[in-house]
């Protein structure tokens, strides 16, 4: 208003003008009049809403977690595109040969340093995920609109989105913060914390997700985690944590459920209504297949970046049948390539035939016999264990003591699990049998790249997170 | 919170229309001044200069508002009476008054004047003022040296020509952008240096108006400078202190820069036509191995390495590729030629009070790279001058539409054409196909099938009407209104990737963007000017009313039944919008201008500004600017008026704050926006940012003292100026760790960086005599940028950046100790002695990336019909060295000498031991080396940056036909120890700035 008074002063201390021309002036005065202050005052874009209006929708709060979803489904650890895990650890450990033209993988040839982009990617998008969650749980929290059966349901989600995330940049990166604010101020000068911290809220998140979320799916199509995912999560966190007892008994609960029935045809696994899948990631679109399939297939030899390391094709049991259904040799004459044919689907179909599985039942049974295996329970680890066996078509175990039947559960890992988000990169990391299995292959394996650096960036923004992990 | 709509938007326009036609109005009221018909005569006569005649001279008779001009044979008729007195004035003659003495044949020889420099009338934005007048900082080229280059856009034309204008050109692709830097960089954010943009009055945006995904073959996403077209410009002025900035008050921190384009002359209708076609070609190349050093430097990588087998995958030396070829790719990729056309005519003519201009433009530009590149430009401007007969009203309307067509590769291949191992295969087959060797090469010309289209409509339209209340008040309106329109597409087809992989056009990728700005603007001004017997004042206010709306919409589109449909976005089978946006930036300000001047000796300006943006919060959105200028011109004084050598001097000094609001819209609200991406048939919300309201104004204090001298009737004439600009206040993305979940947060940082330096021009008429002239200018400007204070640096995320006294630009890294003779690895120092190497501890060289001086030096002879024109421009700096980011042995090339790597034990070698990548530790060591001061090097050049060289036909059969020849030639010379190809870079690996040639004709009649 000053400016406004002001303004006027000025241009009536010139008088000496006619009254023709004052009517300019008065005219041109009324144009600031009417605007002023408020002129430079907008409203919130209409592509825009503000956080506390997105929390008072049902519709906009699941947008938000739907958001959350494709991110993660998009970019990050669990994409399933070539700068995901699958990919980065499939590199890094023994499962893939990089064949990308032009370009040199440090994933494959175990070169990381700490301006690798590939690390600080996974690094910052994972952590932008999490304050997503933490956004939503936030969000949530504040809002008294919402009806409180589709607060629980996005806050069980949420959290378990939070723990997941958590557990995989803890095993990748060693110990990491614990995001559960979404206060820049915090966030910004935390610090490293121990293993243990960090399990101990993995697992709290994870027992407040089960205990808000259903137990049958809100989606058709089990691409939003229900109860039993998170019980599946869980069941994996108490392996890695060496908390047996609780990991065999988590694994129980999520084959026991009635939900999920056993798959014996191994091209129906992979396939978007297969009865063993847990959690799977909706693609973009109808027709659209999932990231893995186009990342793997190759119709003719070399491939565009990544093939299966021939040792690995070359190391099934006789008669596995999965090398024959989930592995594909594409030859010149000459040379042979592998590709992974879990997914069947390269490009789009008519409507979608496979969707990204995050979580299956087979995973569950060989936590479960290896929880069992390491508790003595012989009898139950090797039935679990022959589960797998069969649907393989391998003949029951032959192992009988407790070290044989884990080692044969843990090359079952190998070979059911493979290229599925590091699986087999994390179960030698967790047995501490990276530098033995990996030294002879990989010939630039060094015994402290069981850790992945920190950002280079990130230790420099936040001195707190020193020091570096060993090695870079 | 306030409700403003369109409609009130709309209402602010009805009220400037109002004003206008009031104004526009008010000469019917005036005009009734009765012509003096007594006794009148035709006077006629030819003005000329001794040589040629004078066009566009005007006579007028003393005491009367009787005003003609000469034609263009500088012919003129005139109505006087017997004892009149005319008065003939021409910019950069003298006045000459001669009685008509009953005569009715007057023919005058009209002299140059040495001192009418000083005459000339420099823009500075709301006003202008006489060069021997200003107290600011204004830095000025006009259209004489922006038609000497042959050049597409705006800021190229000022490159090396103004000092203490720093401009580096991003790339050589055409349509490509340029970084320009006013007085070094004021602010830390990155995007918060461009000055800001004033054509004829209208601000004019130069945020980028693409995506950088789309234009993925340049460095940096479109720039709507290029809809500027240099060759409708009369001059560029650059606004560099605060006396001249503060009355842009808080978008004048970085600079303004003024364009202002070309108006009609009276007299007969003039007619030019111009042509011009030319050639272009990559200046540098580097000098990398061939094929058996390669090769050579492959096989001892893995011996190094301990591998024995070659992979598979090494095609380049496990036999699957021919290890006799040798190909340069550099050559193959880029060593195309560009072919440049250019077409210009224009009219103009009119009376001496009605003068108008037309003219058109089309250019057009192919590029270097193997295919059929083109960027075409095509420009209409028109202008229009109108004086009432008692010249009381004034209008002045000029317009300007561009369209831009650029077609583009959507790979720049420089990258790819240093990086290619040299017995990579051909890249046809027998047949003439695309060859990919049976899968195992990646043919670098399948790329070129992904392209990028960009087109680009600008319009723009100013009217300045004034009017004269009574004598020495004058009320005038600025309208203005730009529209802008940028439609980019970049295809990927399925056809780019080898057809082993059987792709189809299922497939095949579009990628669409498509932003619209639009912006008004209305400033009713006030002026009042008064002569007091040894003394005047003019005094200005005004007002200023803006407003930009700017829409985007991003899409993805992907899988087409038919590569043939891949540019139409309905025709894809899956569809993104990952931006579906409208912006609106709203501006207010109230301005003021003081300016007093006694005596012609002492000149004081005052001016001011209360500014008010919607890029802040509540609150936060008004704040004030203002500067004090002085100026003593001492060559007045008495004691030095009749001074035989010194013939123009005056001091000034000028100190005031200016501001930035380069912050982007919205970022003080917290909000969730639409990501574009599907999740269960919902498009997802994501959080937009981290959220601060309380962010505000960055403030630069800008203090300036200067000399301007001239001798011997100014045909030497020397500048010099030292300024000193603090900036505080600094509102930054301030980086933060990932952990936060985001980069970085909008916020005020107290720090302050200052910008110092000292600029000196001088100009030289070194020879003159008749019919010959050899004129020099130089200009240099050295600066120096320093963070002089940041509380709380230390435990800052900038703690790693910054080092308080030292430049804004710097770069830590390690200090490079050498190849150790034992391990054969590149070294770098263990500053703090802890036995690791890691960045927080061991980065503790500074490196100055901030030019140390730079400038240039331009000659011009003419003689007879012959004119010369050549510029050498001069940068003082370090850079990055070129690097191929991967060590040596890995299947990329690398610079010929890196033959010399170590071997063996012992070896004392300038290059670390090759590694086909598997050694970790020789990685590591490289990615050390590439983070030390080793990989910056000297990037100091001096280059031949322009010659012109033209001839004036003389046409004994076509009487009053002008025919000017001319040859252009562009970065010609280039003289630099850099070795990563040419110096003039921002970004590493995209294609560089070209030499250039040309050869014109230009007809005027």
Known sequence: MKNRLDFLKTVSLKGAW?????????????????????????????????????????????????????????????????TGISCYLGLYADEFDYYQQ?????????????????????????YNQIYAANAIIEGLSNSTVLPEAGKNQLRGEALFVRALLHFYLLNLYGDIPYINTTDYVQNSTVSRMPTNTVYGFVVNDLNEAISLLPENYVSAERTVPNQSTAYALLARVYLYMGSYPEAANTASTVINNPLYTWETDLDKIFLKESTTTIWQFMPEANGTNTAEGDLYIFAAGPPAIVGLKPSFVDAFETNDQRKLHWTTAVTDGTTTWYYASKYKQESSTGSSVEYSIVFRLAEQYLIRAEARARQDDLIGAKEDVNAIRTTAGLPNTIATTATEIIADILNQRRFELFTEFGQRFFDLKRTAKLDQTLSGSKPGWNTTDGFWPLPALELSANPNLNPQNPGY | MNNFSLNKGWLVLCYSLILGLCLCHSPSFAQNVPLSTTSKQQVTGTITDGTSPLTGVSISVKGQQNTVVSDFDGKFTIAVSSNDILIFTYMGFKTLAIPVAGRSTINIKMQEDATALQEVKINAGYYSVKESERTGSIAKITSKDIEKQPVTNVLATMQGRMAGVDITQDGGTPGGGFQIKIRGLNSLRENGNEPLYIIDGVPYSSESVGYSNITSGMPTPTSPLNSINPSDIESIEVLKDADATAIYGSRGANGVVLITTKKGQAGKTKTTVSASSGVGKVTKMLDLMDTQQYLEMRRQGFVNDGITTYPDSAYDINGTWDQNRYTDWQKELLGGTAVINNLQTSISGGSALTQYLLSGTYRTETTVLPGDFEYDKGAVHFSMNHFSEDKKFKLLFSSGYTVQDNLQAATDLTRTSRNLAPNAPALYDANGNLNFENGTFQNPLAALRGITTAKTNDGMANTVLTYQIIPNLELKANLGFTDLKNSEQRILPSTMYDPIYQLGSDNSLLYSNLTMRQSWIVEPQLRWTHNFETSKIDVLIGGTAQQQRSSRLYQLGIGFSSNSLIHDMASATTKYIFASDETIYKYQAFFGRINYNWNQKYILNLTGRRDGSSRFGPGKQFATFGAVGAAWLFSNENFLKDSPVLSFGKLRASYGSSGNDQIGDYQFLNTYASSGLNYQGMIGLEPTRLYNPDFSWETSRKFEAAIETGFLKDRIFFTAAWYRNKSSNQLVGIPLPGTTGFSAINANLDATVQNSGVEFTLRTVNFDSKGSKWSTNFNISVSRNKLISFPGLEGSTYSNRYVIGESTSIVKVYHYTGVNPQTGLYEVEDVNGDGIITSLGDKKTIADLTPKYFGGLQNQFQYKNWQLDFLFQFVKQQNYDYSPNVPGGSPINQYSDMVNAWQQWGDIKPFQMNTSGQNGDAVNAYYNYVDSDATIVDGSYIRLKNISLSYDLPLQILKGVNCKLSLQGQNVLTFTPYKGGDPEFKYTGYLQPLRVYTAGVQLTF
């Open chain 1, 102 to 126: 032009n370009a040199v993988s440090n994933f494959y040839n175990n070169t990381l340093f700490a301006a690798e982009p590939g690390v600080s990617d996974i690094w910052n998008q994972s």
């Open chain 1, 18 to 82: 006619n009254s023709n021309y004052k009517k300019c002036s008065i005219l041109a005065a009324c144009f600031f009049l009417s605007s002023c202050d408020s002129f430079v005052e907008v409203d919130v874009p209409s592509s825009q809403l503000t956080g506390e209006a997105v929390f008072e929708d049902i519709g906009t709060a699941n947008a938000a977690m739907a958001g959350l979803y494709a991110k993660m489904r998009n970019n990050g650890i669990l994409t399933g595109n070539a």
